[in-house]
């Protein structure tokens, strides 16, 4: 986040590079960061003759020192932005695209006038790329905005400033999250702010004409991921309710997730449950269990917290359930739904 | 007028109408009053949940004239464009058939003109999942700078199928399925209003089969009312849907339970005398042997099954053990599976369900198959005595035959003696004497052949006396031999548990220990003795079944 808020503030302050490279997975914090300049440059207007949007995809470099270089019109100030440019990407890749194009020998020379214009940037232009596709830091491209402009890595947010921002969106429409709620919200969602932007429009929308949102309303409205939904189901399990865990498989097969992709999660979770489980009975920190493990914390904590619902004799057995299920649907013996419904209703069963 | 399928006259055209999807009509609603609509909404969900049905009155809020709060008022020019499907401000797109780059690229063209009546151009892309990826690639850059006035809404039942970068960018609505309660509810308008009378567990049945897919049910009770005129039964809707009755079900699941099995047998007839599906009734019996279970471990979980009234559910979920139902439920997955493949389904079936029925005695089955085993095994040797082979040769495969069943049929014992010590019967000890035979054949050759002619002949608690016949003096004073005797009375009781006494006795052949039919016992006893079999002594009730 910090990334972020240095950005605005020198732009508040006025400090503006001739050039800008923002990159990185954060989508929405990148767009929201040239809306920004947008508006510092033609405050209150959506559309302006010295605004110029462009796409990489489409647009060669020479197109683009071009329109950079053309002076501004009744303005000081000129801002082009080149959306999902192509030429930040590794040599590698953007190598294999030109040779599907047919055009191997164009790249380097292409990219020559683009780093003439960036070590001679025009003084009344703000040229600003923006890409969320991975970005070669070893390119002469990449160092030279680098040293004659900015570069600035748009990465996801950590837990505490997720909290924060959510927070702060809903102190934003008049609402408070109650206690759990922006955690549900997180973990249902997951750390993509663009995401979790549209979830919490849907979330205003949903609790109009009420102060408080609380976890129940945010489960009701957003629909939990792959992953989430089969936490439920081994939650269920876990606490010997048969209905609900079925109820979260069938509403998936509703929704057509592949049987064997609903399988093969199930069977990944029941993995992890044995392996946290024997990690924590062997002493292991559960803090060092994510690393250990190669798993996101998130999925760790969680498994932890299931892992004691279960003995190990029942991970196994059910283990050993799957391996026969996942062999006789796949033989077929049996059908999806009925074997794994089964074998559902024989774990709550048992012991 | 023209007549229109009942789903299509009865499509809801205002948010209130929409049953089951409250969290989706409430937040739309609040978006329309409020204003801050988004600009792209994907709705996903299973077939006949309303999709369609609200992309469609959500175009119609959001050009609508009149509308007063967030309904649309159905009255106004746009309003009524739009429910005649004639509007030119919104769009529906069936991305299924349009599924290429330059419909796309017509729909990004065309999407920046302004509205001609309303506020906005509404563009419903069903199906969106069948788009290319070069079309979804070209719908991005729509999705990622839409002008002001221009509305998405992708609808599809698949998305796990659509692009991340189309998903982040979306509002996502996911429609549940609607809950049997709300179904019911909703059809019974729906009669009430086409002036249709339908029974209750007509109505019940139908909710059941259409999976929460409204559109699903409306369908059958369109088929319905074409098939039994104004009156809609439930035996109409199983002869629609080729379902069986759910008091067939009940009935067989009772007899089930009370592990009946000529009455089940008798329904499994019945049914086929009706032309029912014996596959497709497998399929219900597993699904409702599932619910029962389901009912059994946490009760009243299997509400919205609509499985018939809860009570009665639960009534037939109790006369069943746990163990016994899961063992049901088993068989009659594979029973299901089986018939798939069978050129006579209906026996599958039957022996599945005698099967199922002594489902809740295991120890029954389990000693049936080891006898049964054991008659496999006999029949194995016997092969081999026939075609004359070497001897030896002939015992090395059938050996492992004889050893692999040996442990269960010690623990078969265990089971029988465990719980009754002292009272082995005679019988028992006829039948394991034959495996005694066996073994000592392969242990001691020569002593073999001194008792082939040997029989148990009495038995007080542990002591047997042995009788050989009274020509074979012989025999019986090598078995006499106190290193015989000893190896015998081990092997008893390696087979029987427990120690054993033995005793010798020379018999007339007169008083040999059989029963009332002396010259069939003496075939047997010859025959026997020349091909060293078995036999095995049934009980009534098995010759039955097995001959």
């Known amino acids: ?351 | 007028m023209t007549y229109l399928a009942l789903y299509r006259e009865w499509r809801p055209r205002t948010f209130g109408e929409i049953i089951g999807q409250e969290h989706i009509t409430r937040t739309l609603k609040n978006a329309v009053e409020s204003g801050r609509t988004g600009h792209a909404y994907l709705f996903c969900g299973t077939r006949g949940t309303g999709k369609t049905t609200t992309a469609k009155v959500l175009a119609k809020a959001l050009n609508c004239a009149g509308r007063e709060g967030p309904e649309p008022c159905n009255r106004c020019e746009s309003c009524k464009s739009i429910n005649e499907g004639l509007s030119v401000d919104v769009i529906e797109i069936d991305a299924a058939s349009n599924r290429g780059i330059d419909e796309i690229r017509d729909l990004r063209e065309k999407i920046k003109f302004a509205p001609t009546m309303g506020n906005s151009r509404v563009y419903i892309i069903d199906e969106v999942h069948m788009l290319t990826n070069e079309a979804f690639n070209a719908l991005l850059k729509t999705l990622e700078e839409p002008p002001r006035h221009a509305v998405l809404i992708l609808a599809t039942t698949e998305p796990h199928k659509v692009p991340l970068t189309i998903l982040s960018r979306c509002q996502r609505f996911d429609f549940r399925r609607i809950l049997p309660a709300d179904m019911i509810k909703r059809l019974k308008e729906v009669a009430a209003g086409a002036g249709l009378e339908v029974e209750e567990e007509a109505l019940r049945l139908i909710a059941r089969a259409a999976e929460g897919g409204l559109r699903d049910a409306l369908s059958i009770l369109d088929q319905g009312a074409a098939f039994g005129g104004m009156k809609i039964t439930a035996g109409d809707v199983h002869n629609i849907l080729g379902t069986v009755r759910i008091d067939a079900l009940n009935r067989m699941a009772g007899h089930l339970a009370g592990r009946e099995t000529g009455p089940a047998l008798r329904l499994v007839a019945e049914l086929t005398g009706e032309g029912k599906d014996l596959r497709l009734f497998a399929r219900e019996m597993a699904g409702y042997l599932r619910a029962l279970l389901l009912e059994k471990i946490s009760p009243h979980a299997a509400a919205e099954e609509a499985w018939g009234e809860p009570a009665q559910v639960a009534g037939m979920a109790a006369k069943f053990s746990k163990e016994g139902l899961v063992r049901a439920v088993e068989i009659m997955a594979e029973a299901e599976q089986n018939m798939k493949w069978s050129a006579m389904p209906a026996i599958v079936l039957e022996l599945a369900l005698v099967r199922a029925c002594s489902a809740g005695g295991l120890s029954d089955t389990e000693s049936l198959s080891a006898r049964l085993a054991a008659v496999e095994e006999k029949l194995n040797s016997l092969a081999g005595v026939e075609v004359k082979t070497p001897a030896k040769p002939a015992a090395a495969p059938d050996r492992k035959h004889q050893e692999a069943p040996r442990p269960r049929e010690q623990g078969l014992a265990i089971e029988q003696t465990g719980p009754q010590d002292n009272e082995i019967s005679l019988e028992k000890v006829r039948q394991a004497w034959f495996d005694l035979m066996d073994i000592m054949r392969r242990e001691r050759l020569p002593l073999y052949h001194n008792y082939a002619k040997a029989q148990p002949l009495a038995l007080k608690g542990r002591s047997l006396t042995v009788g050989f016949p009274a020509s074979d003096v012989l025999g019986r004073e090598m078995a006499e031999r106190a290193d015989n005797k000893k190896y015998l009375e081990g092997l008893l009781g390696r087979l029987l548990q427990g120690k054993w006494q033995i005793t010798f006795k020379n018999y007339q052949d007169k008083t040999e220990p059989t029963e009332q039919e002396p010259a069939a016992r003496d075939a047997v006893v010859e025959v026997k003795r020349r091909f060293g079999g078995e036999e095995i002594i049934l009980d009534d009730e098995e010759q039955g079944t097995l001959f």
């Open chain 1, 1 to 351: 986040m910090d990334y972020y808020i240095e950005l605005l503030n020198s732009l508040k302050r006025g400090v503006i590079a001739p050039v800008y490279l923002f990159y990185g997975e954060e989508t929405y914090l990148r767009e929201q960061a040239v809306a920004r300049f947008k508006e510092y440059f033609f405050p209150g207007r959506d559309q302006d003759l010295n605004f110029d949007l462009i796409d990489g995809e489409d647009a060669g470099p020479e197109d683009i020192v071009a329109r950079a270089e053309t002076l501004p019109f009744f303005a000081a100030k000129r801002l082009v932005v080149v959306k999902n440019p192509s030429f930040f990407k590794s040599a590698k890749k953007a190598g294999k695209e030109e040779i599907e194009d047919g055009e191997e020998t164009a790249g380097p020379v292409k990219e020559t006038a683009l780093l003439e214009y960036f070590d001679n940037p025009a003084g009344a232009t703000c040229l600003i790329f923006t890409t969320g596709d991975p970005v070669d830091k070893r390119k002469r491209l990449f160092k030279a905005v680098q040293k004659n402009g900015r570069a600035v890595e748009f990465t996801c947010l950590n837990r505490s400033d997720l909290s924060r921002w959510l927070a702060q969106r809903a102190r934003a429409a008049g609402r408070k999250f109650a206690p759990g709620a922006a955690e549900t919200l997180l973990d249902t969602v997951g750390p993509s702010l663009q995401k979790l932007a549209a979830e919490m429009e849907k979330l205003v929308n949903f609790t109009a004409g009420q102060e408080v949102i609380t976890p129940a309303e945010v489960r009701k409205v957003c629909p939990p991921g792959l992953e989430e939904s089969i936490f439920a189901v081994v939650d269920a399990v876990g606490n010997k309710k048969a209905g609900e865990a079925l109820a979260a498989i069938r509403e998936l097969l509703a929704a057509k997730e592949p049987p064997f992709r609903l399988l093969a999660m199930i069977i990944r979770q029941f993995r992890l449950l044995l392996q946290v489980k024997d990690l924590l009975g062997r002493g292991c920190p559960a803090g060092q269990i994510p690393a250990r493990l190669k798993i996101h914390p998130y999925v760790a904590r969680k498994t932890s917290v299931q892992c004691r619902n279960f003995s190990r004799e029942s991970l196994l057995e059910a283990f050993q359930l799957l391996l026969e299920l996942d062999e006789s649907v796949k033989t077929g013996r049996q059908e999806f739904y009925p074997a794994l419904e089964i074998f559902l209703l024989k774990l709550c069963a048992g012991s």
